[in-house]
């Protein structure tokens, strides 16, 4: 699509970078997890399933290019980056779940209550949440305990009643409301929804790094503006994409009448909003150097992306 | 039905400080978890009914009772007390609902999924394991962040694949299996689905004390004996108690060839088992004062309770 543009050095160097950390993510995932093994191996494997060798792991990739802005040790990163993949991939486990969204697939996979069933999809997300405060809790993640301590609280704040399943309650409800909502309570309801767990992926690199609190603000800011571009982007991609491109069924949330920013400004002045949080996110880096320039890129890779 | 023993004296005195820490208990869940209000107050709403003001809030009692032998404030022990109940009830939540052991009554109410709906049950469980770790990781709880990454990691270990939801995957596949399970395997299913968060209660009272590692492993020790007498009592329980004095349906397990120690040793030599880890919890309380009191009635009160 953006085939001739003169961004395209630093987009094609993005994409491989990105590539690279999916796979050394899956790594520290695969170590991670439990082995496929005894009585429970069907848990193991649906926890498994729904982390590992799939999706664009951008989460992950936010942990480790905030925290080289600071210089932790890889492993220390990668724990965390595969930390914020089980949370999110619990979500995703639950989200699917026929209660919920009812979706029958997943980055162009089975859902795991149709690999397995729903009581294992139930107990897989479950496990899933614990091993991520598990992971963040030890003493491998960091030396220092209140790093650690930081890192458990500040993501039980993105993820909980608080943050995501907040959200995910606040769009349940909306589809039930019976008058549309207003821009402040989609942007409210986004925030929490998705927002606040890409925001905590920059963040927890600075707290890795022990960084200065106006440096760690920057970078919260940084993921909360790409955080909601990136649910515009998602929301025009349900709107355009072929569900192979998408690899999950798309035109589900207009049918649904599902409370979107793109549903209340229309696609072009969705676009024009996503792209003006790009700018804004950009601009929370400006203290930093050339070693943000992944992250400047995947500013703009947000909204040009096609899965 | 234990009327006129010389127990009685204590038994009563540890009715009455269970009665008050479990009100106290309350006191802290009403004030740690969200209010009743906004858009998403039916998920807040399903949080408090699921945890405030029913049950023994036994492990809560553990904690603060452990907590209490190494001059832990009580504000603290409180919070910690709060955070265990959060995480068993989220655990009881999901249990109940109609994929996993389908339940209509818990503690003589509709269940979650009952007065509300699934999507409300599956969210409100995934919130209240979240808040625990948000309680255990704040700094309101223990000044010392050592303390607090500790809590997080040792809850994690307990309630996660390797513990709780592990015991509940182990319980599962056991309910399909053609073969009964053995002694062995039946202990080590009742020792992650239930034992290892009772474990946890009493050592998380030692590890808010900064007690000594030795102090700290007794207190496991004594959880990990109680808990499984618990789980004894609680299946001879289901065995002879009316749905009325359990507050829930009873007779399920024998029927659903539950796998228990009772059902493979037979009523007497059950009793007889409980009986002998009630005196072993016991013994590893024999380097404390008479502080531990309510810990070593606790003990005799696990296996003659009647709910």
């Keep these: 699509m ?11 160097a993005l994409r491989r970078a990105m590539a690279e950390a999916a796979a050394e993510v899956d790594g520290a995932l695969d170590s991670l997890l439990p082995a496929e093994e005894g009585e429970e191996r069907a848990l193991f494997a649906a926890m498994r399933y729904a982390t590992l060798g799939g999706g664009k792991k951008l989460r992950a990739f936010l942990v480790l290019e905030a925290a080289r802005q600071f210089g932790v040790a890889r492993a220390s990163a990668l724990r965390v980056a595969a930390a914020v993949e089980m949370l999110h991939g619990y ?22 209550h149709k690999a397995w069933d729903e009581a294992i999809a139930i107990l897989a997300g479950d496990a899933l949440q614990t091993q991520a405060f598990l ?25 909980g009643a608080q943050g995501m399943v907040g959200g995910q309650m606040l769009d349940m409800a909306a589809e039930k409301a019976t008058s549309p909502l207003d821009e402040g309570q989609i942007g409210r309801l986004q925030l929490l929804k998705t927002g606040r767990l890409i925001e905590f992926s920059a963040e927890a690199g600075a707290v890795l790094g022990r960084a200065p609190d106006r440096a760690r603000q920057d970078l919260a800011a940084y993921g909360r503006a790409i955080g909601a571009a990136f649910q515009i982007a998602d929301d025009l991609l349900d709107l355009t994409a072929t569900p192979e491109e998408a690899g999950k069924a798309t035109g589900k949330d207009a049918g649904a009448g599902k409370a979107t920013l793109l549903g209340l400004y229309g696609p072009e002045r969705a676009r024009a909003h996503a792209e003006a949080l790009v700018t804004q996110a950009k601009r929370h880096l400006d203290d930093l150097d050339e070693r943000a320039d992944h992250l400047r890129s995947l500013a703009d890779h947000v909204i040009r992306r096609r899965n």
């Design 2 to 12: 953006d085939g001739s543009t003169g961004q395209d050095v630093p987009m094609e």
């Design 91 to 112: 979500s995703l486990v639950h989200d699917d779940l026929p209660a919920m969204d009812d979706d029958d697939l997943r980055r162009g996979k089975p859902t795991v």
């Design 135 to 159: 992971v963040l809790a030890s003493p491998e993640t960091h030396a220092d305990p209140a790093v650690r301590a930081d890192l458990c609280l500040a993501l039980a704040l993105a993820s």
